[in-house]
Nanobody
Framework: QVQLVESGGGLVQAGGSLRLSCAAA????????MGWYRQATGKQREWVAT???????NYADSVKGRFTISRDNAKNMVYLQMNNLKPEDTAVYYC????????????????WGQGTQVTVSS
C-alpha cells in the first residue's frame, strides 16, 4: 500500500508565502516523477509543477517565477515553495507521484494525496 500525505496549506494574504510538503510512504521501490496539482472550487484540476528523479523541473505558466518545486529522494518527499501568492492561487493542492512498488514487486502506479487547502485573501 502507498500513501501520500500533504501538509502546509493555510490562509495567507496576497503577496505572502507558503510551503507545501508531501510525504510518500509504503511499499515504494522507486519514485519517478512527483508533482503538484490544484483544483479551485468549480474548476477542473490543473497541473502546477513536476519534478523528475534527477530534479528536472517544469512549471505551469501561471506559477512560473513564483513557485519552486523540490524533492528529497532519500525521504520520499516533495515540496512546493509558493511566493508572491495571488487570490487566484486559492485552491486545494494535491501531491502526485508516479512510482514503482516493492509489493507487488515492480508494479507501477500513479498515486494522489488527499489535498491541502490554500486560501489567498486579497
Amino acid at each position: 500500500q502507498v500513501q501520500l500525505v500533504e501538509s502546509g496549506g493555510g490562509l495567507v494574504q496576497a503577496g505572502g508565502s507558503l510551503r507545501l510538503s508531501c510525504a510518500a510512504a509504503g511499499s515504494i521501490l522507486r519514485i519517478n516523477t512527483m508533482g503538484w496539482y490544484r483544483q479551485a472550487t468549480g474548476k477542473q484540476r490543473e497541473w502546477v509543477a513536476t519534478i523528475t528523479s534527477d530534479h528536472s523541473t517544469n512549471y505551469a505558466d501561471s506559477v512560473k517565477g513564483r513557485f519552486t518545486i523540490s524533492r528529497d529522494n532519500a525521504k520520499n518527499m516533495v515540496y512546493l515553495q509558493m511566493n508572491n501568492l495571488k487570490p487566484e492561487d486559492t485552491a486545494v493542492y494535491y501531491c502526485n507521484a508516479a512510482l514503482v512498488r516493492t509489493s507487488p514487486l515492480g508494479a507501477v502506479g500513479n498515486y494522489w494525496g488527499q489535498g491541502t487547502q490554500v486560501t489567498v485573501s486579497s
